[in-house]
């Protein structure tokens, strides 16, 4: 696909997760013909690619409809073999900035110049902040027991009645290691310092359960095991001693970075962390034909079925807005 600067699409989804994928399927049906700009694999230190974190995900099993559970790369190449029947044109490039200030709206493409619509559905998710280990990567990256998202993974059968360890100490960590309490045999929290950031009632919550452990003044260095993981390699923060937990699973729980990055000097209003700000329940951003769904406007839940739910509402307010500006 090629620049174009005499032609202007109805509609342009940037991301390819659960919401764009959902965006762009409603956008197709109702004939909006429209343009989906995927992305292009990256790693900046995170890895980073087209389908989004289920991309990282190997079992898939509280996405309704599989009863017998998905991988997260397979789920994905059935969303968008979907968007592609009813029309969907599918683009692999990065949208590396826009102009919002004109009108028609402009996106600049990194291989393929500058780009023209109506109206845009942002969906570029958000990346889970790593550790930056390349075991840590290998594993997550084949389903060996390392993860980002423990209410997405931590039922799966291979982490029941193991021992399991979640590195952070924010409410976020506090809320995953609590629910992994359900299934794990320990679940050990492994903080650097020698108190929790997280709050009161959230570290009271987690240390309540007996099979609660805090692993305090200690980072994880490496990440141990060939085809799964055996066990994490820590390192005291004040001795420099070394030692080994051995456990089964590794989630890591110390944030994630919305895409909001090409969004800079574009007007959109974000919040202190980033996210594309929502206003209301809808799917519109501040900017009147600019919309939003997806991670990069879900701080709360990051999930695939709301993901989708919310590209869902960001096609139908985009099909909304364009008939009431003349614009299909």
Same mark, same amino acid.
């Given at each position: 696909?090629?620049?174009d600067?005499?032609?202007?699409?109805?509609?342009?989804?940037i991301g390819?997760?659960?919401?764009?994928w959902?965006?762009?399927?409603?956008?197709?049906?109702?004939?909006?013909?429209?343009?989906?700009?995927?992305?292009?694999?990256?790693q900046?230190?995170?890895?980073?690619?087209?389908?989004?974190?289920?991309m990282l995900?190997?079992?898939?099993?509280?996405?309704?409809?599989?009863?017998?559970?998905?991988?997260?790369?397979?789920m994905?190449?059935?969303?968008?073999?979907?968007?592609?029947?009813?029309?969907?044109?599918?683009?692999?490039?990065?949208?590396?900035?826009?102009?919002?200030?004109?009108r028609?709206f402009?996106l600049?493409?990194?291989?393929?110049?500058?780009?023209?619509a109506?109206?845009v559905?942002?969906?570029?998710?958000a990346?889970a902040?790593?550790?930056?280990?390349?075991?840590?990567?290998?594993?997550?990256?084949?389903?060996g027991?390392v993860?980002?998202? %423990?209410?997405? *993974?931590? +039922?799966?059968?291979?982490? @029941?009645?193991?021992?399991? !360890?979640?590195?952070? &100490?924010?409410?976020? #960590?506090?809320?995953?290691?609590?629910?992994?309490?359900?299934?794990?045999?320990?679940v050990?929290?492994?903080?650097?310092?020698?108190?929790?950031?997280?709050s009161?009632?959230?570290?009271q919550?987690?240390?309540?359960?007996?099979?609660?452990?805090?692993?305090?003044?200690?980072?994880?260095?490496?990440?141990?095991?060939?085809?799964?993981?055996?066990?994490?390699?820590?390192?005291?923060?004040?001795t420099?001693?070394?030692s080994?937990?051995?456990?089964?699973?590794?989630?890591?729980?110390?944030g994630?970075?919305?895409?909001?990055?090409?969004?800079?000097?574009?007007?959109?209003?974000?919040?202190?962390?980033?996210?594309?700000?929502?206003?209301?329940?809808?799917s519109?951003?501040?900017?009147?034909?600019?919309? %939003?769904?997806? *991670?990069? +406007?879900?701080?709360?839940? @990051?999930?695939?079925?709301? !993901?989708?739910?919310? &590209?869902?509402?960001? #096609?139908?307010?985009?099909?909304?807005?364009?008939?009431?500006?003349?614009?299909?």
């Amino acid at each position: 696909m090629s620049s174009d600067t005499g032609q202007v699409h109805k509609l342009v989804i940037i991301g390819s997760g659960p919401a764009g994928w959902t965006a762009a399927i409603y956008a197709a049906r109702a004939s909006l013909d429209p343009v989906c700009f995927v992305g292009v694999p990256k790693q900046t230190p995170s890895i980073v690619l087209p389908g989004g974190q289920l991309m990282l995900t190997t079992d898939v099993e509280n996405y309704p409809g599989f009863p017998e559970g998905v991988t997260g790369p397979e789920m994905m190449k059935k969303f968008q073999e979907q968007a592609e029947r009813f029309g969907t044109r599918v683009v692999q490039d990065d949208v590396v900035g826009v102009n919002f200030k004109a009108r028609p709206f402009e996106l600049r493409t990194a291989s393929n110049g500058t780009v023209r619509a109506h109206a845009v559905i942002i969906a570029t998710g958000a990346v889970a902040n790593w550790l930056g280990l390349h075991n840590e990567m290998r594993l997550a990256m084949s389903g060996g027991g390392v993860s980002a998202c %423990a209410v997405c *993974d931590g +039922a799966l059968p291979m982490f @029941r009645n193991k021992p399991l !360890a979640v590195v952070g &100490g924010g409410d976020t #960590a506090m809320e995953e290691a609590t629910y992994l309490t359900k299934f794990a045999s320990t679940v050990y929290v492994i903080h650097r310092r020698d108190a929790l950031r997280a709050s009161k009632v959230m570290q009271q919550r987690f240390m309540s359960k007996p099979n609660a452990r805090v692993v305090w003044n200690k980072v994880v260095v490496d990440v141990l095991g060939t085809d799964s993981i055996e066990g994490v390699m820590l390192e005291d923060t004040v001795t420099r001693e070394r030692s080994t937990l051995p456990v089964s699973g590794l989630f890591v729980a110390i944030g994630h970075t919305p895409a909001t990055q090409f969004l800079g000097g574009s007007g959109v209003r974000l919040t202190d962390k980033g996210y594309i700000h929502l206003e209301h329940r809808h799917s519109a951003t501040n900017i009147d034909g600019v919309f %939003a769904a997806g *991670d990069v +406007a879900d701080a709360e839940y @990051r999930q695939a079925v709301t !993901a989708a739910g919310m &590209g869902c509402q960001a #096609a139908l307010d985009a099909e909304r807005w364009l008939g009431r500006n003349g614009l299909v």
